[in-house]
């Protein structure tokens, strides 16, 4: 497995950026955050999943494992490619410091519209043609999928796959001819989309390699049911004659939740992947490593053991432990793949066979230091670290880190005082120094701990249907001083891997 340089990085999803057209996006304001990151020495710009978001606008409930999402392309960058009139762009009127999807996705639908009607018409940059048609063969083996399943959930009224007829829903292929031949239009329209997605993606990665900047990005381990890898790939996942699952992923019930978490995603046979040599993963994992230089494995101690509720069931309760492929499954995509450039999210309540395969693999863990106060034997404390593990002073699960003190009672408080040796005027800034000081080889911090924002910035509280993922950087947070100061913190502990360092004697 790939091995990490001592680094430190920024997590901050790309709907997050600031901008005027509602949402961040892969525009200017992406160029001028790999900029900030380059100034502030940092190796790492940490992503969310990139994928088209589904239930609740979650990246982690996606319409497909493979897309990428198209409310994150650039109407500046269409301009500037003869793609989309200038005079689109006056159509933008947008709050600042917040997602509003639904007008979001009526806006880019309607720019991604005109981009299309500009190409069919001749207009856009030589050659566009020719590698738009390359990129259809090229990629074919899930855009089509996918740009079939986006119109004909788009022509039965936003129905999930669940809710489709019976002769789509289970593929029959005179009802899917019928529906190509009359869906054409805009199953086309979607594999230009996913088009413009790449070609934007890969120039905003082109430059930050030349600023030296890596892109840590995001797998989940599980796929929405509502989704384009489910409906063409049936017979890798646990599901009846009809198609609806046999039974949903979730987690056992615990401490923080009494009734556990029914996250509702349709389980893997993993018996029928690995006849096929797990294909649909190694294909889903090349397309990714493509596209970024390091991912986080969500939900990793899934590949060990994952907890398998019953179809029909309201809660996690009455769920069992099944094992999941352990080793053999990163074999083979090693084998397959080359060197897994992996990072494990061993988060939760781990167990033995669990830690064994990721120490087997030689992957690093992940803590987290809001998690570390209580007893000091508690594994997030920075002195019990391992060196082959990724900090993080939070996720995006958890309240931003001044949120997070904000709701600490005066024991903790205390305990932390004294851990640090001093006051805490600010428990951002404290626990970006723990981390970026800390033995591990790895240390994010998220981009609302940089900027020192408080819990009304936070991104996502887990188990809430509604409000999340909709956070973007305000004008008034930016703060140019956090860059020299990270940059400051990130060499004085040692984590530019840039820096040349005199041989050792």
Not at 16 to 33: N, Q, T
Not at 278 to 307: K, N, P, T
Request: hydrophobic share 40%; charged share 20%; glycine share 10%.
């Amino acid at each position: 497995m790939t091995q990490l340089a001592r680094s430190s990085g920024v997590l901050l999803h790309p709907t997050s950026l600031p901008g005027p057209f509602g949402i961040g996006d892969l525009g200017p304001e992406a160029y001028r955050w790999v900029e900030a990151l380059a100034s502030a020495r940092q190796t790492w710009w940490q992503i969310l999943p990139l994928g088209p978001t589904g239930a609740g606008n979650s990246p982690y409930q996606s319409f497909s494992a493979f897309a990428g999402n198209v409310n994150l392309l650039s109407p500046e960058h269409l301009v500037r490619d003869g793609l989309l009139s200038r005079q689109f762009l006056g159509r933008a009127a947008f709050p600042d410091g917040w997602v509003d999807y639904d007008r979001v996705a009526a806006f880019k639908r309607a720019m991604l519209r005109e981009a299309w009607d500009h190409f069919r018409g001749g207009k856009g940059p030589a050659g566009l043609t020719e590698e738009f048609e390359q990129y259809r063969k090229t990629e074919s083996s899930w855009l089509d999928d996918y740009a079939l399943f986006t119109a004909v959930r788009e022509f039965v009224g936003g129905a999930s796959l669940a809710n489709w007829p019976a002769e789509i829903r289970q593929r029959d292929p005179k009802a899917l001819a019928a529906l190509e031949d009359r869906l054409s239009a805009d199953v086309m329209m979607t594999r230009f989309g996913q088009f413009l997605f790449d070609r934007q993606w890969a120039a905003l990665r082109a430059f930050a390699r030349e600023k030296r900047v890596k892109i840590l990005g995001d797998a989940p381990i599980f796929v929405s049911g509502d989704s384009s890898d489910v409906w063409a790939n049936p017979d890798q996942f646990l599901l009846d004659a009809h198609g609806q699952p046999t039974a949903v992923a979730g987690v056992p019930p615990d401490y923080f939740s009494p009734t556990g978490q029914h996250w509702g995603n349709p389980l893997y046979d993993w018996d029928r992947m690995a006849a096929t040599g797990y294909a649909w993963w190694a294909a889903r994992l090349r397309r990714q490593f493509a596209q970024v230089d390091f991912i986080r494995l969500d939900h990793f101690r899934g590949f060990a053991a994952a907890w398998h509720i019953p179809a029909g069931e309201k809660t996690a309760i009455n769920g069992r432990w099944v094992p999941g492929p352990g080793r053999k499954f990163f074999d083979r995509l090693a084998a397959d793949l080359g060197s897994l450039p992996v990072l494990a999210e061993d988060l939760g309540v781990i167990t033995k066979d669990v830690d064994d395969l990721r120490i087997g693999l030689g992957l690093p863990g992940m803590r987290v230091l809001q998690f570390m106060l209580g007893s000091p034997d508690n594994p997030y404390w920075p002195h019990n670290f391992e060196t082959n593990t990724a900090v993080y002073t939070g996720t995006h699960d958890n309240d931003t880190s001044n949120g997070w003190y904000a709701k600490l009672d005066d024991g903790q408080r205390w305990q932390l005082g004294e851990y640090l040796g001093r006051a805490v005027p600010s428990a951002a800034w404290e626990l970006i120094r723990l981390a970026w000081s800390s033995v591990a080889v790895l240390a994010i911090a998220p981009a609302q701990d940089l900027l020192d924002l408080g819990g009304d910035c936070r991104m996502n509280t887990p188990g809430v249907a509604a409000g999340n993922w909709g956070w973007r950087i305000a004008p008034q947070q930016w703060k140019p001083d956090a860059i020299q100061r990270l940059a400051t913190l990130t060499y004085i502990y040692d984590r530019d891997p840039n820096v040349a360092r005199p041989a050792k004697a």
